[in-house]
């Protein structure tokens, strides 16, 4: 199957800007835009909620949270908030954070691993409509239950690199998050095919079935063709990866932001429109 094509819009587009892009990416016939959160630039949340309200039909994901800045269950209200309000269209995604900011920010934890297998567990948990009750190392919650827990309850993804996170996201999550699945712009099946045997193997361990959404982050290099960046689109789909997030920029550098941003959304269409001409099959 085809990936779906989505646009990453950084934190380094200024927040005053992001709708723009967002609604530029919609009317181009872009099906998703990601977010992620950098310390200490823009939040996911909130551009998440007004790209929503401000589009009709484009799916927004997060990837990713960092669950050191957060509470448990806010997280999940804030979630369930959302999804209530956009059903099917907001997909959440949770990670460690980059150690060195949440150090920063006075957040940093002994056991990254520990936090944001109680964070996941403890989420899915509550958006199912669950009362959860948990006393670990982290999460603490006594009684908690959703008031408005979602009536779609949206695919919880977790983003990471090493072997231990992927496990977490193969055991607990629906999906993955891939974000060096082309280091320096040149995309790596190889990488992908790894990381969706590892989470695969987890997910069976905890007798769970099925293939994980594995969403691939894909950074490009500065000039690259509408024609180029189908070819990448392909054949990261081609290894497993269902959604093939685009950043314009990021190789060799900061990502774009501003008119280049809103210039990329147009490689990145005509890019989605090679893909779907080179093959009649349907979409991740």
């Known amino acids: 199957m085809l990936p779906v094509v989505a646009l990453i819009v950084p934190p380094d587009q200024p927040p005053e800007l992001v709708l723009e892009a967002a609604r530029e990416a919609e009317g181009r016939g872009i099906e998703e ?5 950098d310390c200490f630039a823009t939040s996911g949340l909130a551009p998440a909620a007004a790209i929503l309200g401000g589009t009709q039909r484009l799916r927004v994901g997060i990837g990713l949270m960092p669950v050191p800045l957060r509470a448990a269950a806010l997280t999940a209200m804030e979630i369930a908030t959302l999804a209530r309000m956009f059903p099917g269209r907001f997909r959440p995604g949770l990670g460690h954070g980059v150690r060195e900011w949440m150090a920063q920010a006075g957040v940093a934890v002994d ?89 695969v193997q987890a997910r069976k361990a905890a007798g769970r079935e099925g293939r994980p959404d594995v969403v691939a982050f894909l950074p490009t290099a500065d000039g690259v063709t509408a024609e180029q960046l189908g070819v990448h689109l392909r054949t990261l789909g081609e290894a497993g990866a269902t959604t093939v997030a685009a950043l314009a920029g990021g190789v060799d550098g900061p990502p774009h932001a501003g008119d280049q941003l809103i210039g990329f959304v147009d490689v990145l269409a005509q890019a989605s429109d090679v893909l779907a001409q080179a093959s009649d099959g349907p979409r991740g």
Not at 33 to 37: Q, V
Request: charged share 25%.
């Open 33 to 37: 835009l990601w977010l992620w959160e």
């Open 111 to 199: 056991s990254p691993l520990t936090l944001l297998r109680e964070h996941t567990e403890a989420i899915i948990a509550l958006l199912r409509g669950q009362e959860v009750s948990r006393a670990g190392r982290y999460v603490q919650l006594d009684r908690v239950r959703l008031r408005h827990p979602p009536e779609v309850v949206p695919g919880v993804l977790v983003g990471g690199r090493g072997p231990r996170t992927l496990a977490v996201a193969g055991e607990l999550a629906d999906g993955v998050i891939v974000d060096d699945a082309a280091p320096k712009g040149s995309p790596s099946p190889a990488r992908v095919r790894e990381v969706i045997d590892q989470v």
